[in-house]
């Protein structure tokens, strides 16, 4: 199985940042491409970033492009979701996902998912 295990989370203010990791270990060969994704109160779960494993090909939803960057670390079996600028609307809990194929975080299908992580933007 692969595991993946999210953190930094926390309160901040409008227009404020944080950083979020998510901590891969298990059968993480079997991972092509990585992703972030959220759910806010009383709303269904979005896509908001993605990438490939191996390689770059970043992927953004509207709404956080050129404010969030999504990036890894391979090495360390990381991946980060450097979120600046941060606004009321993108309190949510974040979830860090893997997938064994490519492009399905469209759809939000993906094999393996971690438990979350919330993130409150105040004011």
């Known amino acids: 199985q692969v595991q993946l295990v999210e953190s930094g989370g926390g309160l901040v203010q409008a227009g404020g940042s944080l950083r979020l990791s998510c901590a891969t270990s298990g059968r993480t060969f079997v991972i092509n491409e990585v992703g972030w994704f959220r759910q806010a109160p009383g709303k269904e779960r979005e896509f908001v970033a993605a990438?490939?494993?191996?390689?770059?090909?970043?992927k953004y939803t509207d709404s956080v492009t050129g404010r969030f960057t999504i990036s890894k670390d391979n090495a360390r079996n990381t991946l980060y979701l450097q979120m600046n600028s941060l606004k009321p609307e993108d309190t949510a809990v974040y979830y860090c996902?893997?997938?064994?194929?490519?492009?399905?975080?469209?759809?939000?299908?993906?094999?393996?998912w971690g438990k979350g992580t919330l993130v409150t933007v105040s004011s």
């Open positions: 996902a893997a997938d064994r194929s490519y492009g399905r975080y469209v759809s939000g299908i993906m094999d393996y």
């Open positions: 990438l490939a494993w191996a390689g770059t090909m970043p």
